[in-house]
C-alpha cells in the first residue's frame, strides 16, 4: 500500500501527489439530514457547479491533489467524487472510516452491538472498502478515517479506533483523524499504536484546535504528523493562534511532521448551516485562503518558502509513502 495511493479514478505513485491539501471535503452531510425534507440542500447539478468552482480555485494555486476523508457515515458520495475528479483532473483520495459518537452513525452500530461485538465487522468493512471497493462501486479508499469528541474517548469511539487499527495492520492502510477542541489526540496515538499502527502512518487531525505547543510536541516526538487543517475556522480557533503554533512546531524543527488543509465543506446535505451564515463565513473558509492570507503570515513570522513547499508537498508524499518524519 506504502508503494501507491488509492485516489477516486485509479492508482498513483506518491511522486505524482504534487502540491496537497490534506483535509478538504467535496459533500458532508450529518445523520438525519435527510429527515429535513423542507431543505434538502443544493441539486446534484448545483453540487457540480460549486465543487468545479472550488477546484478552479484550488488549481489556481498549483494544488494537484486533495483528500476528502469524509467517513462513511458522513453521507460519503464516492461516485461524486470520481465524476468531479473526472472532470476537473483534481486528485482526490476518499476513506473509509466511521465518525464521532455525537455525531456519525453510533445508533445502527450501537443497536447492532446489541447482539454481537462491532469492532471485527467494522474492521471488515474498512478492510473491504480499502481493498476491493465501496459498495459495488468498485472505487477504494485510499485511507482510514476515525474521530473522537472532545475530552474523552468513548467506548463506540474505541471500537472504531481499535476496528481501524485491525484494518490498517492488514492492509498498510495510512489512517487520518478528527479531533475536537485539540483534545484526545494523544489517546487516539497511543490506541493506534497499541492496536500495531505504526505512529508514522498516523495524522492527528485537527491538532491546530489548541495553542498547546507541548501537546503538539508530543504527539510529533512519538512520530506522528500533525494536521493543521482547519485554517480559515475561525469560530473554533482564532487563525492568529493557528499561525503562531506553527511557527513554534517550525522553530523546533517539527516541520516535517505537519500537514495543512482548511476542512472546508464545499457543498452540505440538508442546510445544517444558516445559508446567510455559511456565505458570510466563506469570505475567509475558502481553498485561497492557505495560500493567500496564512502563507504571507508565516513568511513574515520567519518560515521559509522550502518550509512552505515541504507542508504542501513532501509532507504529504512522504506520509502516503509511509516514510517516518524527522525533528531536524
Not at 461524486?80 to 483534481?90: D, H, Q, V, W
Not at 471500537?159 to 481501524?164: G, P
Not at 445559508?275 to 504571507?296: C, D, G, M, Q
Not at 504529504?316 to 518524519?325: E, T, Y
Amino acid at each position: 500500500m506504502a508503494n501507491e495511493i488509492q485516489t477516486v479514478t485509479g492508482p498513483i505513485t506518491p511522486d505524482a501527489l504534487g502540491k496537497t491539501l490534506m483535509h478538504e471535503h467535496l459533500l458532508v452531510g450529518f445523520p438525519g439530514w435527510d429527515s429535513d425534507t423542507m431543505n434538502p440542500g443544493p441539486t446534484r447539478d448545483e453540487m457540480r457547479a460549486t465543487v468545479a468552482d472550488r477546484v478552479a480555485e484550488m488549481r489556481g494555486h498549483g494544488v494537484v491533489s486533495m483528500l476528502d476523508p469524509c467517513p462513511a457515515d458522513l453521507a460519503r458520495d464516492v461516485e461524486f467524487m470520481a465524476e468531479m475528479a473526472s472532470r476537473t483532473g483534481l486528485q482526490i483520495i476518499c476513506a473509509t472510516g466511521l465518525y464521532n459518537e455525537s455525531e456519525g452513525g453510533h445508533p445502527y452500530w450501537h443497536f447492532r452491538s446489541n447482539f454481537v461485538s462491532v469492532v471485527e465487522p467494522m474492521a471488515e468493512l474498512f478492510e473491504k472498502e480499502l481493498t476491493e471497493g465501496i459498495g459495488d462501486t468498485g472505487i477504494r479508499a485510499g485511507i482510514i478515517k476515525v474521530a473522537t469528541g472532545a475530552g474523552e474517548v468513548t467506548e463506540y469511539e474505541t471500537q472504531i479506533l481499535t476496528a481501524a487499527a485491525k484494518a490498517s495492520v492488514a492492509t498498510g492502510a495510512p489512517i487520518t483523524t478528527h479531533t475536537d477542541e485539540g483534545t484526545m489526540g494523544v489517546e487516539q496515538q497511543r490506541i493506534l499504536t497499541d492496536n500495531g499502527v505504526p505512529a508514522h502512518r498516523i495524522i492527528i487531525g485537527h491538532s491546530c484546535g489548541t495553542a498547546d505547543h507541548d501537546y503538539h510536541m508530543k504527539i510529533a516526538q512519538s512520530g506522528s504528523y500533525l494536521g493543521f487543517d482547519r485554517f480559515g475556522i475561525e469560530m473554533v480557533q482564532p487563525d492568529e493562534k493557528r499561525v503562531a503554533s506553527l511557527l513554534k512546531l517550525i522553530e523546533a524543527g517539527a516541520v516535517g511532521h505537519v500537514v495543512v488543509s482548511h476542512d472546508l465543506v464545499f457543498c452540505w446535505r440538508g442546510v445544517p448551516v444558516p445559508p446567510a451564515l455559511y456565505e458570510e463565513i466563506t469570505k475567509v473558509w475558502n481553498p485561497s485562503h492557505f495560500f493567500e492570507r496564512i502563507v504571507p503570515k508565516l513568511l513574515s513570522g520567519g518560515a521559509s518558502e522550502a518550509q512552505i513547499d515541504r507542508m504542501l508537498i513532501d509532507n504529504p508524499r512522504a506520509f502516503f509513502a509511509g516514510k517516518k518524519p524527522a525533528l531536524t
